[in-house]
């Protein structure tokens, strides 16, 4: 899980966002480098593209996020899961 991302260092990039993501975005293996390009590009319906693919990846993210801290709550180890979470988060930072 990898949330929202930097996109500066990815130039050519092969990678996807996140290998454990069920999103669209992360599913059609979209790379970095891909999504990087439409970013920087001049081009109104590619920046657009990029805004697009983004987002769904985001809402996702925050959206899994919501489901496993509800499912944490209801079984008690809301604590841990929140200690977990952010360990893992800022690590990736
Ligand atoms: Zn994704």
Redesign the pocket.
Known sequence: MHGPINLSKYRDSDEI??EG???P??LSHITLGELRRLWKSQDRTESAKYFELAS??NL??IIRLTEQARQAILDSTFKEFKESFLNSYYKNK
């Open positions: 966002i996140d993501c069920d999103c975005t992360c769904i990846h996702r993210f």
